[in-house]
C-alpha cells in the first residue's frame, strides 16, 4: 500500500459533503431479532417482523424527518426501506403532492420520469427500496433516512454517500437511522471507518477417531449429518445392528492418520 484517500481527507479537500449523524425524534425499529440465513442474509420473515405493519412507530419515524427536513429547508430527501409493503407504508405518512416510491416492481418509463423529477426537485421525498442505493447521483440530496437494516458496512456506506455530493444549496448531510445501523457498523460515531466483522461459517463439529492401521487418534471434522447416523470409532458411518453403512461411508473429513 502506497497512499490511501479516506473519506475524511476528501470532505477537507472539498470533494465531498460533510456527513452529520442527526439526533433521533422518534422510536426507532426493533431489529434485535433480525436472523441471518446460510448466505448472511437477513432472512425475510424476520425482516418483515421487524419492520412492515408498525403503523404508529412507522408514521412517528416519516414525521420526524419531515420536521427535521422542514427545520434545513432540506430540498432532496431520500428514505431507504426495507421491502416493497414498508415503503409503501412510508409512503402513507408522506405528502402525496411532492412524493414518491420506487422499487424494483416500477417500471422503467415511471422510474425514470419520478428520477427526473426528483432531480428537477418537483418531488421533495423520494422513497425507495434497494433501487437506488448505488449508482444514484442527486446532488441535492441532503437528507438520507434509513428505515431499513443492512448486513453489509459497504451497502450502508453507499446509502450514506447518496447524500455527499457536492451541491451549492447544502453544507452538510444529515443521516437519520432508524434501525441501529450506525451503532453496528460506526460505533464509535466516524462514518468513514466502519466497523467490519466477516460473517462466520457456522462452528465446526470434530470428534476423534481411531485410525485402522496405526491405532493413532485423529480430531476431524464431522461431515454434514442430516439422517443422524451413528459412526464407529474408525470414523465409519453404520447402521442401528452396528454393521458398516453400505457403501462404505467415512462420518468425517479426514484424509489420512
Given at each position: ?195 467490519i466483522q466477516a460473517y462466520k461459517?457456522?462452528?465446526?463439529i470434530k470428534d476423534d477417531f481411531v485410525c485402522p ?45
Amino acid at each position: 500500500l502506497l497512499y490511501r484517500v479516506g473519506g475524511d481527507y476528501l470532505v477537507n479537500r472539498g470533494y465531498l459533503t460533510k456527513p452529520v449523524i442527526g439526533e433521533i425524534h422518534a422510536p426507532r425499529y426493533d431489529t434485535s431479532n433480525l436472523e441471518l440465513n446460510s448466505t448472511g442474509q437477513f432472512t425475510q420473515q424476520s425482516i418483515d417482523e421487524a419492520f412492515v405493519g408498525k403503523g404508529t412507530v412507522t408514521s412517528t419515524i416519516v414525521a420526524d424527518v419531515v420536521s427535521q427536513a422542514n427545520q434545513r429547508q432540506a430540498e432532496s430527501v431520500m428514505f431507504f426501506a426495507s421491502c416493497v409493503d414498508h415503503a409503501n407504508e412510508i409512503m402513507e405518512s408522506l405528502p402525496a403532492y411532492n412524493s414518491a416510491v420506487v422499487t424494483g416492481d416500477t417500471p422503467k418509463a415511471e422510474r425514470k420520469r419520478v428520477i427526473k423529477d426528483f432531480k428537477a426537485k418537483k418531488i421533495r421525498f423520494l422513497v425507495n427500496v434497494s433501487v437506488l442505493t448505488t449508482g444514484f447521483d442527486c446532488t441535492s440530496v441532503s437528507i438520507v433516512a434509513i428505515l431499513r437494516a443492512t448486513e453489509s458496512a459497504s451497502l450502508l456506506s453507499q446509502i450514506i454517500g447518496r447524500a455527499l455530493r457536492l451541491d451549492e444549496c447544502k453544507q452538510d448531510a444529515l443521516i437519520l437511522d432508524y434501525a441501529g445501523n450506525i451503532e453496528r457498523f460506526f460505533p464509535d460515531g466516524d462514518l468513514f471507518n466502519p466497523q467490519i466483522q466477516a460473517y462466520k461459517d457456522k462452528p465446526k463439529i470434530k470428534d476423534d477417531f481411531v485410525c485402522p492401521v496405526c491405532n493413532s487418534v485423529n480430531k476431524f471434522t464431522l461431515r454434514e449429518n442430516p439422517a443422524k447416523l451413528q459412526y464407529n470409532a474408525e470414523g465409519y458411518f453404520i447402521t442401528l445392528d452396528g454393521e458398516l453403512c453400505e457403501p462404505k461411508t467415512p462420518a468425517h473429513y479426514g484424509r489420512r492418520c
